[in-house]
Every structure is written in structure tokens, then in C-alpha cells.
């Protein structure tokens, strides 16, 4: 009972630190019942389930924990790349930075405006699918969002964009505490890229309600760096159609605390998700601690799914993966794949995973794995004896680790770009 109350009590002092954002008569209703999901659930407590890996105390906090500003002269990810650039400081839309929002075959809204207009097909999604990815599992500082949000893009796709929309978080603020929320709805046959990049606040709450129709195509690419001490939760959550597709990559490298969360269920025959993720933790900078959740259903027939994530850990830091595929009665001919391994460069840092398969169907392909450990010896021996020093043995021993991971992304104009940042930093942290 006592915990109860005290999860209860902290999602009151996250929501009177706020004032809850108004709106048409949708918008309304769909703060107001999002409010009630999070006090019916309150905020996460360490005897969670899915939590037991993760301390959610700064993400439960009323007030954002500082983080000081960490300046680089890296140029930004995506920089040279033709796309269409929308910049958020400290969560809030910049339009002076940011590129005219309008782009062939595509519509773009803030969130705001949306939300002011009584009528407006951000309905259907905007708090929908947030709700029925509350179960099985209760997922509140995504309700804690949506009830929140005032900021964030509403984008409908109705053919195939020209070039990807890049979403850019920077940051002014030591003690940002930023909830934004995004709802995308991608037509059938359509087809779009999302890029996103940037720390966003000192503290980031980060929602986006994904709606793919049959046959679209929607392909997402995140990196997620630079400022060492902020903290995030992030979800996603996606609706996938007939013949729809389904891509997601996330690049972590900084980051005191970070926790990305996927949400996705294939409702239509021959739907295909993948999610993938590359982390590397230096724990010499700083805390950290990085988590990936993902939870894909499989409620239809033929469907595809692949949960790819490899994350490189040391001088204490800590990478945590949680995977499941779930197989509904009926979801017949599924094809699921689910892999998870760490790389520990010492003896100080951790990788704690639980993979999970639950299946109801009788004709599937599923399976996973997870494995943990240091680098390979003989590998080490084998480009050492041929004359490659021991720093720059394991840096291309780390780069091979991480490959799978990035073979995800299908752009190989995105995909070097982020190689090249990989290896950049590995050999910034090497020895």
C-alpha cells in the first residue's frame, strides 16, 4: 500500500509541476484520459517488473536534475545530407533555425495548433495508441506525456517525401526539463524518412504515435550524444498495416541516463518491424546507463520482425536490454528474430538482459539470443601477431561487434556517416 501511495504521490508532484496544456474538444479528452491512466498507475517504482534493471528516480523527480552543457566541434549528425531541418530548443519548435514546414506529398502541424482545432485526424492516433500500449504492460511516464505535451509535430504522409525530415533537439538550458510528442500518420503507399538528432533538455520526455497504412513505408534513425550528464525516456509507439514497413535506429553514446522504449504491433498480413540499436558507455565521463524495452505483437499473418542491439560497455557503465515477441492466436507463418549481446571492455561495467518469446501460434519461426563478454583473444593475437597495435586491434574488434547493428540502416549515405562516428569515438576512448 505504502508503495502505491508513493508512486501515486510522484506522478502528482510530475503534474503540479506543470499546467496541463488546453485545447480542442479531442485534445481535451485525450490529456484528461491520460491523466487518469497515470494516477490509476503512478509513476514507475524500482519493484516494477520492467524496472527492476533501471532506477527511474530522476525520471520521477518533480524538478529536472541539472546537466551542464557540453560544447564540441563535431558537426552535426545529418549536417551535409538534403533533408528538411526543423530545430527544437530546449523542446520547443525554433521556426527562425528551422526550415518552412511544407514538402511534396507531406503536412506538417505543431502539435499546438493541432490540438486548438475541434476537428482534426491527429484523433485517431494522438493518446490511441499510447493506450493500447499499456498493456500487458503499464507504461505511465508515457501517459505522464501525453497528458503533458503541448510540443511536438503532427505529420501526415501522402506519397513518398522527396528527402527525410530531420528533427533536431538542441539545448540552452542547464536544468530543461522538455516533453514533446510527436504523431505521424503515414497513408497507404506512402513513404517517409525520420532523422533525430540532439540532446533536447537536461531531462527529455519523448513520445511519437507512429500510424503506418497498408503498403507504407516509414524508415527512423536517431542518434542520441553529446551532453553527458542529461537524461531521457523516450517510446514508440506503431500501428503497422497490410504490406506495411517498419524501420528503427538508435545510435547512444552519452548520456547519464537513457531509456528508449518501442511499442509495436503488426495488425496487417506481411508487415515487417525492425528496431535496432548501437551503444557505447564510457563510464570515465560520467554515469552511465542505457536501456532499450521493446515489445512487438504479432496479430496477423506472415508478419516479419527483427530486434538487432549491441552495446559496448566500460569503466562502469551499464547497458540493459529488454525484448519480447509476442505471437497471437492466429498470427500464423510469423518470422521473429531477437538478438542481444554486450561487449564489456573491463571488469567494471554491466549488461543485464531479459529476452522473452511468447507464442500462441503453431507455424513460426522465432527465436533469440543474448550473450555477454569480452573481447575475443584470439582475435586480439591474430591482428596483433600481424603487426596491428594492441588500441587499434580493439577498436576494429568493437566496429565489427557493432556492425550488425548498423546494417539495419538502410541508407548507406546515413549508414557510413554513423560508422564514421563510431569510430571516431572508439578511438577517442581506446586504452
Not at 529536472?64 to 530545430?87: M, Y
Not at 546507463?289 to 506472415?302: K, M, R
Request: proline share 3%; with cysteine; glycine share 8%.
Amino acid at each position: 500500500m505504502k508503495l502505491a501511495q508513493a508512486k501515486t504521490d510522484a506522478a502528482e508532484a510530475r503534474v503540479n509541476r506543470s499546467d496541463l496544456p488546453t485545447g480542442g474538444k479531442w485534445a481535451n479528452e485525450a490529456r484528461l484520459a491520460a491523466l487518469t491512466r497515470l494516477h490509476g498507475a503512478g509513476l514507475p517504482g524500482r519493484r516494477d517488473e520492467y524496472w527492476r534493471f533501471t532506477r527511474p528516480d530522476d525520471l520521477n523527480r518533480a524538478d529536472a536534475p541539472a546537466a551542464d552543457l557540453l560544447k564540441t566541434g563535431e558537426s552535426p549528425v545529418f549536417g551535409d545530407l538534403d533533408r528538411l531541418k526543423l530545430v527544437f530548443v530546449d523542446g520547443v519548435l525554433d521556426r527562425d533555425q528551422s526550415d518552412a514546414m511544407a514538402m511534396q506529398h507531406v503536412e506538417i502541424e505543431t502539435l499546438a495548433d493541432a490540438a486548438a482545432a475541434d476537428i482534426h485526424w491527429a484523433r485517431d492516433i494522438y493518446g490511441v495508441l499510447e493506450t493500447a500500449g499499456q498493456a500487458p504492460v503499464e507504461r505511465p511516464l508515457a501517459a505522464l506525456n501525453t497528458a503533458l505535451a503541448e510540443n511536438g509535430l503532427v505529420i501526415r504522409v501522402t506519397g513518398k517525401a522527396p528527402r527525410p525530415i530531420n528533427l533536431q533537439y538542441l539545448r540552452r538550458d542547464q536544468c530543461a526539463d522538455a516533453v514533446v510528442h510527436h504523431v505521424i500518420k503515414v497513408e497507404s503507399g506512402a513513404e517517409l524518412t525520420l532523422l533525430e538528432n540532439g540532446p533536447g533538455a537536461a531531462r527529455l520526455s519523448k513520445v511519437a504515435e507512429v500510424d503506418i497504412a497498408d503498403g507504407g513505408i516509414f524508415h527512423h534513425v536517431r542518434t542520441q550524444g553529446r551532453d553527458h550528464q542529461r537524461r531521457a525516456h523516450t517510446h514508440i509507439f506503431a500501428r503497422l498495416g497490410k504490406e506495411s514497413e517498419f524501420k528503427s535506429f538508435t545510435l547512444t553514446v552519452n548520456g547519464a541516463l537513457t531509456r528508449n522504449e518501442y511499442v509495436i504491433t503488426l495488425h496487417g498480413d506481411d508487415a515487417r518491424a525492425h528496431v535496432a540499436g548501437a551503444c557505447t558507455g564510457d563510464g570515465a565521463t560520467g554515469a552511465f546507463h542505457q536501456d532499450d524495452t521493446v515489445f512487438i505483437a504479432h496479430d496477423a499473418v506472415n508478419c516479419e520482425s527483427r530486434q538487432v542491439y549491441k552495446k559496448v560497455l566500460r569503466n562502469g557503465a551499464t547497458g540493459v536490454f529488454q525484448g519480447k515477441i509476442l505471437v497471437q492466436p492466429g498470427a500464423q507463418k510469423t518470422d521473429g528474430y531477437q538478438i542481444s549481446q554486450g561487449l564489456l571492455l573491463d571488469d567494471d561495467s554491466q549488461f543485464l538482459a531479459k529476452p522473452e518469446l511468447e507464442i500462441y501460434a503453431d507455424d513460426v519461426a522465432c527465436s533469440h539470443g543474448s550473450t555477454v563478454g569480452a573481447i575475443d583473444e584470439g582475435a586480439m593475437f591474430y591482428l596483433m601477431s600481424r603487426g596491428v597495435p594492441k588500441s587499434r586491434a580493439q577498436e576494429l574488434l568493437v566496429l565489427a561487434f557493432l556492425a550488425e547493428a548498423l546494417e539495419e540502416i538502410d541508407s548507406e549515405t546515413i549508414r557510413d556517416d554513423i560508422r564514421d562516428r563510431l569510430a571516431a569515438w572508439v578511438e577517442r576512448h581506446s586504452g
